[in-house]
């Protein structure tokens, strides 16, 4: 709870700059454990972690970082979209083999769309999604969307109501 607290102190005393608070050393930290504690939550801990904005590339770094001093063993897996003239293309790194078991971490859910959208990529690409992992959740309505459309757990470090 106090890792909660000073985490919401960062980010109000940032007025909700995530990426801010994730450049600094202690933001990252404290982020970091927390969705450490989070992922080992899920049934098992997953082979991978999927990120795709670069705020949940910077939490996915401090997450492994926090998981090799724990002794987890993960991986990242980047999909990163571009818009071009021809439409939208998909470029991945480090893409798990099929049938991996992927937890998405993302640094926040508004609508839950852009999440729903890269868990859609890696469904198609043949890998078990097995839930989704925010740091902030600003929208029931974007949490709901993702329950009633992946039909995945969703845990959250900090949500709308505990941000004031």
């Given at each position: 709870?106090?890792?909660?607290?000073?985490?919401?102190?960062?980010?109000?005393?940032?007025?909700?700059?995530?990426?801010?608070?994730?450049?600094?050393?202690?933001?990252?930290?404290?982020?970091?454990?927390?969705?450490l504690g989070k992922l080992q939550e899920f049934n098992s801990v997953p082979e991978y972690i999927v990120c795709h904005s670069i705020?949940?590339?910077?939490?996915?770094?401090?997450?492994?970082?926090?998981?090799?001093?724990?002794?987890?063993t993960l991986q990242v897996s980047v999909l990163q979209q571009f818009y071009t003239p021809e439409g939208i293309e998909t470029l991945f790194a480090n893409?798990?083999?099929?049938?991996?078991?992927?937890?998405?971490?993302?640094?926040?859910i508004n609508t839950g769309k852009s999440t729903y959208t890269v868990a859609e990529?890696?469904?198609e690409k043949?890998?078990?999604?097995?839930?989704?992992?925010?740091?902030?959740?600003?929208?029931?309505?974007?949490?709901?969307?993702?329950?009633?459309s992946l039909r995945v757990r969703i845990k959250f470090i900090l949500n709308e109501h505990s941000l004031s």
């Amino acid at each position: 709870m106090l890792r909660e607290n000073r985490l919401k102190t960062l980010l109000n005393d940032s007025q909700m700059d995530l990426t801010s608070v994730l450049l600094t050393s202690e933001g990252l930290e404290l982020a970091s454990q927390l969705c450490l504690g989070k992922l080992q939550e899920f049934n098992s801990v997953p082979e991978y972690i999927v990120c795709h904005s670069i705020s949940s590339i910077i939490l996915s770094t401090g997450i492994l970082t926090q998981a090799k001093l724990k002794e987890v063993t993960l991986q990242v897996s980047v999909l990163q979209q571009f818009y071009t003239p021809e439409g939208i293309e998909t470029l991945f790194a480090n893409l798990p083999p099929p049938n991996s078991r992927v937890i998405v971490v993302t640094d926040l859910i508004n609508t839950g769309k852009s999440t729903y959208t890269v868990a859609e990529h890696f469904l198609e690409k043949g890998l078990t999604v097995a839930g989704v992992l925010t740091l902030v959740s600003t929208s029931e309505q974007g949490r709901n969307y993702l329950n009633n459309s992946l039909r995945v757990r969703i845990k959250f470090i900090l949500n709308e109501h505990s941000l004031s």
